[in-house]
């Protein structure tokens, strides 16, 4: 019998949660997290040129004034300073030290103001008074700064402040990126994310980064299924993106959109509106395989780009696996989302699941029993341990990607390997695929997959789909 349970075509290097990778994540945390982004502008082509030299993809651009669907694309928002400045011409608040100082997509001014007329424009957070809030101005020109509660009580309320935000919009581009990896099964899967978060880190910097690194490991590998990677500003770039690519998206089986993955509390899945479809299935099975616990989310129209993506004329399912999921952890929206918050380690395991979750729906076969009545002998055909007393052993890791993972790690029983092959044949009818038997039966996927192909050679499956 073989015991060897990897899965050679899908091994990839560096491995995922080797220390390479790891130092790899924290090089891109670092180039990418002081680049002021928004909706559209050189803060966004910056960041998609840099996520390109890691695994190339293309970068499109759709020009402002176009409309797409019910909305308009935005002009491009340029900023190179701001702040609010005391008497003494000392700066309080400055843009050049956090640029989440400064509402997103601001107006510009250059007045001398009371703190009375400033006081409408300057927002804080009682509750969490170290942090600046994160704001945007996205649909209604205004203008403001975000600053600590500490930093506003601390401002003297009968002086006069010099205020500056040196910012334009301009007619320019909305722009994106997408890649299509191409398979054969007929079957395509979405993996999106979002690009217009200025310096936050779990929010959305995680996300960015494990698209790219899910994308480079999946371009190495052969896939059955397509995979469409898109990367585009929240709301408005999921928005262009489906106006433009229309018809499409109509092909698309279900996907992931990549968020909040590398926050210190718990794992997460946000389920799809179909709440049991396979892409909710290949994740929680992901999840379940590498022993990861985790919260349930149930499906959440104000969520991120499902919002886009589920609507009427769409209809993608799409799940989420988080670390720390948004909405759910204090510092959401605020500047202690940053470096010292998220971990690449952190990170690297959203990846595996990742990884797994893909995998999963590649194995996911529809196999038909050739031994239809009662069970076959596995004994005669050197599939069962001739030896009584070796079961129950650890033959190998559970999950492929998580060897080197111990606190993530289970163990394959031979028990689980004989398990494996009788649910096979049990299961097998040519209806039931090898998800619904992974749930039934709580075995890896991975385990199924090589025992499938194993019952193939020995004559007793065939493969229907
Ligand atoms: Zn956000």
Same mark, same amino acid.
């Given at each position: 019998m073989t015991l060897n349970t990897s899965n050679k075509k899908t091994s990839v290097n560096p491995f995922p949660g080797s220390d390479e990778i790891v130092a790899?994540?924290?090089?891109?945390?670092? +180039?990418?997290?002081?680049?002021?982004?928004?909706?559209?502008?050189?803060?966004?082509?910056?960041?998609?040129?840099? !996520? =390109?030299?890691?695994?190339?993809?293309? &970068?499109?651009?759709?020009?402002?004034?176009?409309?797409?669907?019910? /909305? %308009?694309?935005?002009?491009? /928002?340029? &900023?190179?300073?701001?702040?609010?400045?005391d008497q003494?011409?000392? =700066?309080?608040?400055?843009? =050049?030290?956090?640029?989440?100082?400064?509402?997103?997509?601001?107006?510009?001014?250059?007045?001398?103001?009371?703190?009375?007329? !400033?006081?409408?424009?300057?927002?804080?957070?009682?509750?969490?008074?170290?942090a600046i809030p994160y704001r945007t101005t996205y649909y209604k020109k205004d203008w403001g700064f975000c600053l600590s509660h500490d930093q506003l009580e601390r401002m003297d309320k009968k002086a006069k402040y010099q205020v500056l935000i040196s910012s334009s919009h301009k007619p320019g581009v909305l722009n994106y990126g997408e890649v299509l990896i191409p398979g054969h099964s007929g079957q395509e899967y979405l993996v999106s994310t979002y690009c217009c978060h200025p310096s936050l880190a779990n929010d959305n910097l995680s996300g960015m980064v494990l698209w790219v690194f899910l994308l480079r490991w999946l371009k190495s590998i052969k896939t059955e299924h397509s995979y469409r990677f898109i990367i585009a500003p929240e709301t408005i770039g999921a928005i262009t993106y489906l106006s433009e690519k229309t018809e499409d998206m109509k092909n698309i089986d279900g996907g992931y959109v990549l968020s909040t993955v590398a926050g210190p509390g718990k794992f997460g899945y946000s389920h799809s509106f179909k709440k049991d479809h396979l892409i909710d299935k290949a994740a929680k099975l992901a999840m379940a395989d590498c022993g990861v616990?985790? %919260?349930?989310?149930?499906?959440?129209?104000?969520?991120?780009?499902? +919002?886009?993506?589920?609507?009427?004329?769409?209809?993608?399912?799409?799940?989420?696996?988080? =670390?720390d999921k948004y909405f759910e952890y204090d510092y959401y929206h605020t500047s202690l989302d940053n470096l010292d918050f998220i971990k690449p380690e952190y990170l690297s395991k959203s990846l595996i699941l990742y990884m797994m979750t893909i995998l999963n729906l590649e194995r996911n076969k529809i196999y038909k029993s050739l031994n239809q009545y009662c069970e076959p002998m596995l004994g005669k055909r050197g599939l069962y341990p001739s030896i009584g007393g070796s079961q129950k052993q650890k033959v190998g890791a559970r999950a492929d990607f998580f060897e080197k993972q111990s606190n993530l790690n289970k163990a394959v029983t031979v028990t689980d390997e004989i398990e494996a092959m009788l649910s096979l044949m049990f299961y097998s009818d040519g209806e039931v695929s090898l998800i619904d038997i992974a749930e039934k039966t709580k075995l890896p996927m991975s385990v199924l997959d090589e025992k499938a192909k194993l019952l193939i050679k020995k004559d007793l499956l065939e493969l229907v789909k």
């Open positions: 790899e994540i924290r090089t891109l945390f670092g +180039r990418l997290f002081p680049i002021c982004r928004s909706l559209t502008g050189d803060g966004v082509r910056q960041t998609l040129e840099i !996520l =390109k030299s890691i695994c190339d993809f293309d &970068i499109n651009s759709v020009a402002s004034g176009t409309e797409v669907f019910d /909305w %308009i694309v935005p002009e491009e /928002w340029s &900023i190179d300073d701001a702040y609010i400045a003494n011409g000392s =700066k309080i608040v400055s843009f =050049k030290e956090n640029n989440v100082h400064v509402v997103n997509y601001s107006t510009a001014i250059d007045a001398v103001l009371t703190f009375d007329q !400033l006081r409408p424009h300057l927002h804080t957070l009682a509750e969490l008074p170290s616990e985790y %919260i349930n989310y149930p499906f959440d129209i104000s969520g991120s780009d499902e +919002r886009q993506f589920s609507t009427p004329g769409f209809r993608i399912p799409m799940g989420t696996i988080s =670390k």
